[in-house]
């Protein structure tokens, strides 16, 4: 089944702990990106890959890394996550011309 | 800077009505605009994608236009049932094929 997989889909941290969100999809695609949501925000895209070692920043980049080493996976890193990355998160990849997939998100809390 | 916004922000209709969701754009410079749906708490399900070169996406009882001189797009759906009750986004990519920009949503509540 064609899909993007993160994972966990749910982590409770505190202020400083290191953390990785992995993102992983199965449709060969070479562009992905990560999005975070907020009530009354809405969508913001953080970072997007258009291909493998080709990364770069989105709309609220500040706090966040990510590596694109290998075509399917795309994690998203938080060196020293603080309450304001409290977010859910969402992974997506698509191909060109086609639709974006989105996978079932990461709900983040950071006390 | 590409900003898109969705008219109304939410929406309750009975069960069987036809009803058209808005969406609007500021920089008609776009690759494509993709319609999706949020159920609460879960992840985005894609309805429609309609390239730039397009005016109209058709998926069974949903159907998206796209007037991208005047920045427009709407999702028509027709005959609506309670099941369609979601948060309905649409989201513009720009002609790099890179940024996404979402809208706001259309909260959607169909009464039985």
């Known amino acids: 089944e064609a899909q993007v997989t993160q994972n966990p889909r749910y982590l409770i941290t505190v202020t400083g702990k290191k953390l990785t969100v992995t993102c992983s999809q199965n449709m060969n695609h070479e562009y992905m990106s990560w999005y975070r949501q907020d009530p009354g925000l809405g969508l913001r895209q953080i970072y997007y890959?258009?291909?493998?070692?080709?990364?770069d920043k989105g709309d609220v980049p500040e706090g966040y890394k990510v590596s694109r080493k290998e075509k399917r996976n795309f994690p998203l890193i938080l060196e020293s996550p603080s309450p304001n990355q409290t977010s859910l998160y969402f992974c997506?990849?698509?191909?060109?011309?086609?639709?974006?997939?989105f996978g079932n998100g990461t709900r983040l809390t950071v006390t | 800077k590409q900003e898109v916004t969705q008219i109304p922000a939410a929406l309750s209709v009975p069960e069987g009505e036809n009803l058209v969701l808005n969406c609007s754009f500021t920089?008609?410079?776009?690759?494509?605009l993709q319609w999706f749906r949020q159920d609460p708490g879960k992840g985005l399900t894609s309805l429609l994608l309609?390239?730039?070169?397009?005016r109209e996406q058709t998926s069974g009882r949903l159907n998206a236009s796209l007037d991208k001189s005047s920045g427009r797009s709407t999702l028509y759906i027709a005959a609506s049932q309670p099941g369609d009750s979601a948060t309905y986004l649409c989201?513009?990519?720009?002609?790099?094929?890179?940024?996404?920009?979402f809208g706001p949503g259309t909260s959607l509540s169909v009464i039985p």
């Open positions: 890959s258009m291909n493998v070692e080709v990364t």
């Open positions: 920089d008609s410079a776009i690759y494509n």
């Open positions: 309609i390239q730039s070169s397009q």
């Open positions: 997506a990849s698509s191909q060109v011309n086609s639709p974006l997939h």
């Open positions: 989201a513009v990519r720009d002609t790099s094929y890179d940024k996404v920009i």
